[in-house]
């Protein structure tokens, strides 16, 4: 007992340096550190062994600078098995992935308070990606839930037919907690895949966010007598394919309008959007630049260092050579809007003439 | 009561037909990923469209992929397939009603014999459902590309009569440009999507790659152009086959006239000469016209080519709008 409690000591004191050498050094300011110290939810109760319990979290944002630390010491009774998961610390998410999520919630059956579904994806050496899911019938009551499995596996084999790649890699839960339930739909995830992720999208919006957290479970407890489950957080990343990032960037746009709805604009008027969001963004760099130089804000060389690559990459060529590139590749888009339009006047012209 | 969808439908005047049909985002995430990962190469991707009719607006709230034609193609029933995944579907309060399907294109290749075979038989079950194409390459440059086409009521007679014939056509007046109406996409979110879509502003990172403005572009234009002369090359053959059978035509007609001639001509002495006159001999027989050529494909072609010159025409005008740009920024500052 003692033991652990040095333990937990030690690790607190690391845990406190970690935190001042990130203060100091500007570059991981972007780094959000999870560590792992577990977030523990206790599932079993263990009367007789355990005298207290806590909820230790600890997040340290270098970025904005403050420590948000959860945690009170308290000491443990018996000691804890952890078995870590196999997987890094990732679980990288296509937007897909989310919006069927979102879209089977809204579709649920009256009186479910929550929706639960299979994950479909690719596991990595580091990191699991998450390409695919559907939705899982099944009733969820005070005592007992009920999960239609073999609808779960049906749907697996059609799924399997399309894209042989993706494996089950675990299972997703809308809704902010995680409850006994989950342990048990967890276990039967277990038995299809090994680690399963257990991911939670808040659809009820708790906090004024839809927060979306991963999990992965390890066992906990005495061995040999009561054993319990622990789900520690996993860092959640989103990925896209290009292509998917172009269709979410057209999808974003829908926020704007009133109506919620967005129609296809046509390619000059893409042109000329995104045009609008480049000098945008230069506007922001503009204004930071005169906030620099008027002195209100502090130089940074770092990004002292991009403007100057900014400002490089427009190449200087001279201005006949420029101007020779500009009109011979404005001749050859012309020449080919002409022959589009001939070839166009042409197969009208054929049609009329067999009508006749 | 939450059950159903959150989303209201608005009716919103639109120019082309008063039937658009309004995908949820969901519906547009799923088809890019599934060429994605599947489509690689220049093989067509295809899935299937669910979703339902509301006022006058075709609703398109869920799909599914179909899985490629494999070489174990003779132990896999597509049918089957379907069905099982909408009896699955179901299950999970998603409208199993088949409003039409979707496919990928490659450089905008898809006015096909096959395409509007497909098209016809679903329309013909459901009258509004459409065909949604979706053309990645274009999207890659930057700006979703995805259409939505139905045929023309006129087509669509055509088709139940399976009459290709020119004369059929000519009595049917149709031209290229009537064989296919594009019908305005619309997509739509619920609020649920909009929160969605706030969460993953927050988190993703910038895109970095701002494909929409790079001015290296010639690639495509060739691909374009190259597909464009083999598409009129063809034309070109099947024009000169309608031709030869004009002249052919004709030519009988000619001498089926001739041949008229001379037999009267003939008659005419015999009867001065007080001899029975020659029998009159089937002459339709004899002249058999030749076979007309069948119009659908040229009318295909025809449509086809108008597709990529329509194409071609879009990415020229946006080129040109680089271009511009570009040269302002080599100006010296103003």
Redesign the interface.
Known sequence: MLLSVCLMGLFDFYLFIFHIVSQRNKDIANVQIYMYTPRLYLQTMVQEQILSWYYGVWTLRGSSGNIQIFSIHSFYSTFLLLKMAVHGPFVKI???V???I?????????GASRVIGTLLGTIDKHSVEV??C????HNESEDEVAV?ME?AK??YE?HK???P?EVIIGWYATGYDITEHSVLIHEYYSREAQNPIHLTVD?A?QSN??N?RAYASAQMGVPGKTVGVMFTPLT?K?V?????????????R??ASP??????????A???S??GR?QEMLNTVLSYIEDVLSGKVMADNSVGRFLMDLVNK?PK?S?ED?ESM?NS??N???M??YL??L??AQ??L??KL??L | ???????TP?P?PHPLSSRAP?P???V???I???????GQGSEVVQGVLLGLVVDDRLEI??C????QHTEDDAD?DEVQ?QM??MR?LR????DHLHVGWYQSTYYGSFVSRALLDSQFSYQHAIEESVVLIYD?LK??Q?????KAYRLTPKLMEICKEKDFS?EGL?KA?I??EHMFEEV??????????????????E??TM?D?????SLSS?NH?EKS?QL?MDR?DE?SQE?VK?NSYCRNLSKQQQQKHQYLQRRQQENAQRQSRGEPPLPEEDISKMFKPPPPPP?MDTLLI?GQ??N???N????????????F???A??HPSS
């Open positions: 296509h937007p897909v989310l919006a069927s979102a879209d089977s919630y809204e579709r649920r059956n009256e390409t695919n559907f939705s899982v019938p239609d609808f049906n749907m059609l037919k399309v894209s790649s659809t919006l966010r839809m979306i959640v989103y896209y394919y290009d292509t998917e990032r172009i269709g979410v960037d057209l999808l974003q829908t926020r109506t919620r709805t967005n129609g296809l604009t046509s390619d000059l893409q042109v000329a995104a045009a480049i427009v060529i201005v420029f500009l590749n404005i050859d888009l012309l080919v809007t589009a339009n070839t166009q197969i009208a054929n049609e067999v009508v | 009561v939450l059950a159903g969808r959150l989303s608005t919103t309004g949820k985002s969901s547009v995430l799923k890019i990923k599934h060429y994605q990962e599947e709230t869920n599914f992929p179909f899985p896999f397939y099982e995944m699955s299950h999970v309060n998603i990645p999207t890659a930057g700006s979703l590309c995805l020119p000519k007046n031209g290229y305005p996409i619309v997509i739509k979110n619920s609020h649920l999507m909009n929160v969605l879509m706030w969460e993953l502003e988190k993703s895109a790659k701002h494909e929409l403005l010639s234009l152009l464009l009129v034309m024009i309608y119009r025809a080519i108008n990529y010159c329509q071609v025409k879009e990415f020229t005008s946006q080129n040109l709008g680089k271009l740009m570009a040269q920024l080599q």
